[in-house]
T-cell receptor, first 114, second 113 residues
Framework: AQSVTQLGSHVSVSEGALVLLRCNYS??????LFWYVQYPNQGLQLLLK??????LVKGINGFEAEFKKSETSFHLTKPSAHMSDAAEYFC????????????FGAGTTVTVRA | NAGVTQTPKFRVLKTGQSMTLLCAQD?????MYWYRQDPGMGLRLIHY???????AKGEVPDGYNVSRLKKQNFLLGLESAAPSQTSVYFC????????????FGSGTRLTVV
């Protein structure tokens, strides 16, 4: 069974500081991996996705994530946080054994301090 | 291009009442999904559909029913609402299986009292 774990339910960063959100998956076969962002009272918006092409994936709003097979990780980073990055972030996985349905992590809430 | 539209956006039900949540997509996507979101639990799949006329159970299907009579619409029904069904419900769609990702609606906030 596939699962995804997000380490840390809350992350607080200063404006201009590095944002690092951790995601680990458990799968014997590298799955498709996604990061979504949810702003207050809104639906989820796709930030970026890994589909077995380049291991370093660039997304919208300056975010990027690196797929590391040896660590079964797909951590999300942004070099310099902006106030508008305050939101909840979800890591998600899908793989063939589950008919490619998305399974989500519990989410990480990011707050940005001025 | 509206994407995925959910109605209503908010609803308060009394225990035992029934209701239907509507999801409509205008992207000609084959696959549609219903998730519920609860604090600290991420999103959990309730039911999904891989095409018009098909439905399948997800992770937490009990207490819900669905129908997909038209390709663009996916209905989620609660026959007898319970307080445990208080949640935010999201509909999503995708073109097919694989690495496409989903397009989400803006959600329905349901409170059962």
């Amino acid at each position: 069974a596939q699962s995804v774990t997000q380490l840390g339910s809350h992350v607080s960063v200063s404006e201009g500081a590095l944002v690092l959100l951790r995601c680990n998956y458990s799968s014997s076969v590298p799955p498709y991996l996604f990061w979504y962002v949810q702003y207050p009272n809104q639906g989820l918006q796709l930030l970026l996705k890994y589909t077995s092409a380049a291991t370093l994936v660039k997304g919208i709003n300056g975010f990027e994530a690196e797929f590391k097979k040896s660590e079964t990780s797909f951590h999300l980073t942004k070099p310099s946080a902006h106030m508008s990055d305050a939101a909840e972030y979800f890591c998600a996985v899908s793989e063939r054994s589950n008919d490619y349905k998305l399974s989500f992590g519990a989410g990480t809430t990011v707050t940005v301090r001025a | 291009n509206a994407g995925v539209t959910q109605t209503p956006k908010f609803r308060v039900l009394k225990t035992g009442q029934s209701m239907t949540l509507l999801c409509a997509q205008d992207m000609n996507h084959e696959y549609m999904y219903w998730y519920r979101q609860d604090p600290g639990m991420g999103l959990r799949l309730i039911h999904y559909s891989v095409g018009e006329g098909t439905t399948a159970k997800g992770e937490v299907p009990d207490g819900y029913n669905v129908s997909r009579l038209k390709k663009q619409n996916f209905l989620l029904g609660l026959e007898s609402a319970a307080p445990s069904q208080t949640s935010v419900y999201f509909c999503a769609s995708s073109p097919s299986a694989g690495g496409y990702g989903y397009t989400f609606g803006s959600g329905t906030r349901l409170t059962v009292v």
